[in-house]
């Protein structure tokens, strides 16, 4: 597993872009953790504001990005809470946290766990590889993630409330062509 995820971190991407449906790929990975979520206690929350248009995306790819962030959600809140998943379209005045729109529509994904939250120093480092604090953790996940969103002409931020939860606010563009007039 070390070793895979030491290559896809290194290697070139190779992805096949075509149109894709984001929440069937957020509701993909959140059914991999169902009985996760049973067992623990977590309700589970997915809000969508439609319609979704589809994004120009490598569906397996970010499969594996979502469900490395609803994992880490789970793994906050091994005494239960709450995952809310947030999926909108951001116009180009708005912004969310940290995250500004550069003129263009983009769609939002929010995954936020009442978690046990971070620290701001440990907030800093997520991004970086071997970086973790879990005893089994490879430190790999949150890069590899980063890097997918990144390749998809995307953005990932994360903020954190020690104690209260944890939030990462995902944007990926939208062509002019797939928006939909609501």
Same mark, same amino acid.
């Given at each position: 597993?070390?070793?895979?995820?030491?290559?896809?971190? &290194?290697? /070139?991407?190779?992805?096949?872009?075509? /149109?894709?449906?984001?929440? &069937?790929?957020?509701?993909? /990975?959140?059914?991999?953790?169902?009985?996760?979520?049973? =067992?623990?206690?977590?309700?589970?929350?997915?809000?969508?504001?439609?319609?979704? !248009? !589809?994004?120009?995306?490598?569906?397996?790819?970010?499969?594996?990005?979502?469900?490395?962030?609803?994992?880490?959600?789970? =793994?906050?809140?091994?005494? #239960?809470?709450?995952?809310?998943?947030?999926?909108?379209?951001?116009? /180009?005045?708005?912004?969310?946290?940290?995250?500004?729109?550069?003129?263009? @529509?983009?769609?939002?994904?929010?995954? =936020?766990?009442? #978690?046990? #939250?971070?620290?701001?120093?440990?907030?800093? =480092?997520? %991004?970086?590889?071997?970086?973790?604090?879990?005893?089994? #953790?490879?430190?790999?996940?949150? !890069?590899?993630?980063?890097?997918?969103?990144?390749? @998809?002409?995307?953005?990932?931020?994360?903020?954190?409330?020690?104690?209260?939860?944890?939030? %990462?606010?995902?944007? *990926? !563009? *939208?062509?002019?062509?797939?928006? @939909?007039?609501?």
């Amino acid at each position: 597993l070390l070793v895979e995820e030491l290559l896809e971190l &290194s290697r /070139a991407p190779k992805y096949k872009f075509k /149109a894709t449906d984001i929440r &069937s790929l957020v509701e993909q /990975a959140v059914d991999l953790f169902h009985p996760e979520l049973v =067992q623990q206690g977590i309700e589970i929350r997915i809000e969508v504001k439609e319609p979704l !248009p !589809p994004v120009q995306a490598d569906a397996n790819q970010l499969v594996k990005a979502f469900y490395n962030l609803i994992r880490n959600g789970l =793994q906050a809140m091994e005494n #239960g809470g709450e995952l809310v998943i947030e999926m909108f379209v951001l116009e /180009a005045s708005q912004a969310v946290g940290d995250t500004e729109t550069d003129g263009a @529509h983009e769609l939002c994904i929010i995954i =936020q766990d009442t #978690g046990q #939250g971070m620290t701001g120093e440990t907030l800093k =480092q997520i %991004f970086n590889p071997f970086f973790t604090t879990k005893d089994s #953790g490879t430190g790999l996940g949150l !890069p590899i993630t980063h890097k997918v969103i990144t390749e @998809h002409g995307g953005r990932i931020v994360a903020d954190s409330v020690e104690g209260k939860g944890t939030r %990462f606010t995902v944007t *990926l !563009p *939208l062509k002019e062509t797939s928006l @939909h007039c609501a």
